[in-house]
């Protein structure tokens, strides 16, 4: 593709790398670093000029330091002349503080959706998924967890099961309520985003126990902090499946459990529409080829 460069933030290169390979382009050259002082520099090493750019950085890791420095990398750029600049954030950070649905941007922004590489995986990976029931961990959370939990057994045709949570503060759950059947059914926990996993864990143990065969969790995140991975080796999951905009290789050597889908196809598709000008929303139903 014409006029285009990709550059990649520290957070994830390995999935900036898919990304680039996927539209058959190579990374563009940046090198960034710390002064003494500890304020981050970015040199961007090679022409922008008139070119669309695209900067592939994830809100994970040193969380602060990353994104100051894709807000360095998008000025760097803006400053050199680039046509335009899009920030593409796999994992968006301090969106779990944010209750008002991201109603602060001034610009276009497209939020994207892993649900349909999440019902392919279903599909592909548990034999009894058509007879299965989705469960949401937490009915009292975002409406847009709610709103994923109803759309996936929707299109699945199958039942769904809510769990109300009570906490006594934060990333500790005291009591759980299971609204719905689970007996004799796989069922699939479905969540935005697991950081220590007392929630899931707790879900998982609740639906074995009133009868659940079988326990699935799928997260678009998997943060993975403190206690997390302990948690999920001691739990009754079959598989914690998770999608890539966070790198987990050294999560899943420690945890033989957790399940990997790769989205840098969606991601990839997305630039390239955006790019040429086309509707990204062709991407909220269909997996890319």
């Known amino acids: ?4 460069k990709i550059f990649s933030g520290s957070s994830h290169p390995d999935l900036s ?9 190579e990374l563009g050259k940046v090198v960034t670093k710390k002064f003494s002082n500890q304020e981050t520099c970015v040199e961007i090493g090679e022409s922008v000029r008139g070119e669309d750019v695209y900067i592939v950085q994830s809100g994970c890791g040193e969380i602060n330091d990353n994104l100051m420095e894709l807000l360095i990398m998008i000025n760097a750029c803006k400053i050199a002349s680039s046509s335009r600049v899009t920030a593409v954030i796999p994992c968006f950070p301090y969106a779990r503080q944010d209750k008002k649905d991201k109603g602060f941007f001034d610009i276009p922004v497209d939020n994207l959706y892993a649900e349909p590489a999440v019902l392919k995986w279903i599909k592909e990976n548990i034999l009894e998924w058509k007879d299965c029931i989705i469960v949401s961990p937490d009915a009292g959370g975002a409406k847009s967890l709610s709103l994923l939990v109803t759309s996936i057994a929707d ?9 109300h949570k009570e906490r ?3 990333n500790e759950v005291d009591r759980m309520v299971l609204v719905g059947d689970v007996r004799d059914r796989v069922a699939i926990l479905v969540d935005d985003m697991a950081d220590t996993c007392g929630t899931i864990c ?6 074995i126990s009133v009868g659940a065969t079988k326990v699935y969790a799928i997260l678009t995140h998997g943060i993975f902090s403190g206690p997390a991975i302990s948690r999920i080796n001691d739990a009754c999951f079959e598989a914690v499946v998770v999608t890539n905009t966070i790198p987990q290789e050294e999560k899943m050597k420690q945890c033989s459990k957790i399940q990997v889908i790769d989205i840098s196809m969606i991601l990839a598709e ?14 909220f139903s269909h997996v890319p080829l």
Do not use: C, W
Not at 155 to 163: E, T, W
């Open 155 to 163: 299109r699945l045709n199958v039942d769904f099961a809510l769990i």
């Open 17 to 25: 790398q898919k990304i680039a390979d996927r539209l058959g382009l």
């Open 202 to 207: 707790h879900a998982a143990d609740k639906l």
């Open 1 to 4: 593709m014409p006029n285009i």
């Open 270 to 283: 997305a630039i390239r529409r955006t790019h040429n000008g086309e509707s990204v929303s062709y991407l």
């Open 168 to 170: 006594k503060k934060a």
